[in-house]
């Protein structure tokens, strides 16, 4: 069973930006495509972005540009760099495997953007 922490959501007005972090707990996190993930109120969880296990990496469109996901194998932790954050952005953010999400979530992290 896998364990998914994820930290470094906040409040940030909009056009700022945000770092949000992940650490899994598996020891065989580097051979696992990545994932961000989020939830905004009232809609279905979507993917934002993924990283493979060889470091190449994709967006969704509304976050091409400005979202950069990134991981460090040696510490078991996925990032996502946010940039121009716009109030539409705001939701729980997840990490998790990707493709294929592990059953288990993390409690994911608010990230809320607004004036």
């Known amino acids: 069973q896998v364990q998914l922490v994820e930290s470094g959501g906040g409040l940030v007005q909009p056009g700022g930006s945000l770092i949000v972090s992940c650490v899994a707990s598996?020891?065989?996190?580097?051979?696992?495509?990545m994932g961000w993930f989020r939830q905004a109120p009232g809609k279905q969880r979507e993917w934002v972005a993924g990283?493979?296990?060889?470091?190449?990496?994709n967006y969704a469109d509304s976050v091409k540009g400005r979202f950069t996901i990134s991981r460090d194998n040696t510490k078991n932790t996925v990032y996502l760099q946010m940039n121009n954050l716009r109030p539409e952005d705001t939701a729980v953010y997840y990490c998790?495997?990707?493709?294929?999400?592990?059953?288990?979530w993390g409690q994911g992290t608010q990230v809320t953007v607004s004036s």
């Open positions: 998790n495997r990707d493709p294929t999400p592990f059953d288990s």
């Open positions: 990283i493979t296990s060889g470091g190449t990496t």
């Open positions: 598996r020891t065989m996190f580097r051979i696992y495509g």
